[in-house]
């Protein structure tokens, strides 16, 4: 068993950095979002749904990594602030199909100058952004990936 250096501290750990990132991105887009009745996390979903509605529940957890116990609350938020609808499906009951009214689609314009507004905050060019999220993008792939092979092998 490899046991981590115990010389290691938690600031020398990438997802100590990537935890604080998270973190400071959040102080940047409370204040963004807060005049508008957003959290960060109903952003991120009403931005998928900006792109792609309707969509189903498992939809938005697959483009958004959040789990159904997690969005399950959080659209109920959104649904209570007239920004979405949910309905089950017809031909299955278990699926619930996520919708804008045309208050949620509204937001989307609302919410025009977020993007810019939190690039400029990075300090950093476009092309800079662009490399880090292909990095960013990399290393997720390869967590999911070895995450995907350890509940394969718990499974089995």
């Given at each position: 068993?490899n046991?981590p250096?115990?010389?290691?501290t938690?600031?020398d750990?990438?997802?100590?950095?990537?935890?604080?990132?998270?973190?400071?991105?959040?102080?940047?887009?409370?204040p963004?979002?807060?005049?508008l009745?957003?959290?960060?996390?109903?952003?991120?979903?009403?931005?998928?749904?900006?792109?792609?509605a309707p969509?189903a529940?498992?939809g938005?957890?697959?483009?958004t990594?959040?789990?159904?116990?997690?969005l399950?609350?959080?659209?109920?938020?959104?649904?209570?602030?007239?920004?979405?609808?949910?309905t089950r499906?017809r031909?299955?009951?278990?699926r619930?199909?996520?919708?804008?009214t045309?208050a949620?689609?509204?937001?989307?314009?609302r919410?025009?100058?977020?993007?810019e507004?939190v690039?400029?905050a990075t300090?950093m060019?476009?092309?800079?952004?662009?490399?880090?999220?292909?990095t960013?993008?990399?290393?997720?792939?390869?967590?999911?990936?070895?995450?995907?092979a350890?509940?394969?092998?718990?499974?089995?």
């Amino acid at each position: 068993m490899n046991l981590p250096d115990p010389c290691l501290t938690p600031e020398d750990m990438l997802c100590f950095d990537v935890h604080a990132l998270n973190q400071a991105f959040g102080r940047v887009y409370k204040p963004l979002l807060a005049p508008l009745g957003l959290t960060y996390p109903q952003y991120v979903v009403m931005s998928v749904l900006w792109d792609a509605a309707p969509l189903a529940v498992g939809g938005i957890g697959r483009r958004t990594g959040m789990e159904t116990s997690t969005l399950t609350p959080l659209l109920k938020r959104l649904e209570a602030q007239d920004l979405v609808t949910r309905t089950r499906a017809r031909e299955d009951e278990r699926r619930v199909e996520i919708a804008l009214t045309e208050a949620g689609q509204a937001m989307a314009a609302r919410t025009a100058h977020v993007p810019e507004c939190v690039g400029r905050a990075t300090g950093m060019t476009e092309a800079e952004i662009a490399g880090l999220r292909a990095t960013l993008g990399r290393l997720r792939r390869a967590l999911d990936a070895q995450s995907g092979a350890n509940s394969s092998r718990s499974a089995g």
